[in-house]
T-cell receptor
Framework: GAVVSQHPSWVICKSGTSVKIECRSL??????MFWYRQFPKQSLMLMAT?????????EQGVEKDKFLINHASLTLSTLTVTSAHPEDSSFYIC???????????FGSGTQLSVL | GEDVEQSLFLSVREGDSSVINCTYT??????LYWYKQEPGAGLQLLTY?????DMKQDQRLTVLLNKKDKHLSLRIADTQTGDSAIYFC???????????FGAGTRLFVKA
């Protein structure tokens, strides 16, 4: 099956710093990538949808200036958590899909801890 | 609105069958999925079913779809301790690519 690589797997940072998370599709072109946030023992919360070469579409309640998403190529999307605070600590997961394909392939997730 | 519901917890003995249930509200769903999530990991696609199918079997996994009742189930035969994980039911709408997830069912398998 298709492989989506997400890095880093975990990151610890100080409050006020920015953190970048990468999501790469290794063996297919991902026309659409999705970013989710997951709190302990809860389901995935869709944060935003990004299409290659265009601005991301954010879900209601998600701060676009806080969570910067870039999808500059068909194989790479990045999520930058700017000026991170302890309440941003969470598990972030990306997924990717191919053009006209209804299957989603997920990265392994990034555990962010903000001190 | 769109909503996917599933029971939050299931405990079974090793070797027994597990049945995880899910209900959804949007009748325009075209694909329904089951994903597995192990601790600290992303989601792994287990199986999926088209909305015009009633059943799909894949080795130990059997998916049943009752479109009239908007009910989806995942049966795991001969459940093993390695099946302990969170199982998410999800639906997707053609063209929108937006996937709606349930809250996840935590499966505990007792040896």
């Amino acid at each position: 099956g298709a492989v989506v690589s997400q890095h880093p797997s975990w990151v610890i940072c100080k409050s006020g710093t920015s953190v970048k998370i990468e999501c790469r599709s290794l063996d297919f072109q991902a026309t659409t990538m999705f970013w989710y946030r997951q709190f302990p023992k809860q389901s995935l919360m869709l944060m935003a949808t990004s299409n290659e070469g265009s601005k991301a579409t954010y879900e209601q309640g998600v701060e676009k200036d806080k969570f910067l998403i870039n999808h500059a190529s068909l194989t790479l999307s990045t999520l930058t958590v700017t000026s991170a605070h302890p309440e941003d600590s969470s598990f972030y997961i990306c997924s990717a899909s191919m053009l006209r394909a209804e299957k989603l392939f997920f990265g392994s997730g990034t555990q962010l801890s903000v001190l | 609105g769109e909503d996917v519901e599933q029971s939050l917890f299931l405990s079974v003995r090793e070797g027994d069958s597990s049945v995880i249930n899910c209900t959804y509200t949007d009748s325009s769903s075209t694909y329904l999925y089951w994903y597995k999530q192990e601790p600290g990991a992303g989601l792994q696609l287990l199986t999926y079913i088209f909305s015009n199918m009633d059943m799909k079997q894949d080795q130990r996994l059997t998916v049943l779809l009752n479109k009239k009742d908007k009910h989806l189930s995942l049966r795991i035969a001969d459940t093993q301790t390695g099946d302990s994980a969170i199982y998410f039911c999800a639906e997707i709408h053609t063209g929108g690519f937006k996937t709606i997830f349930g809250a996840g069912t935590r499966l505990f398998v007792k040896a």
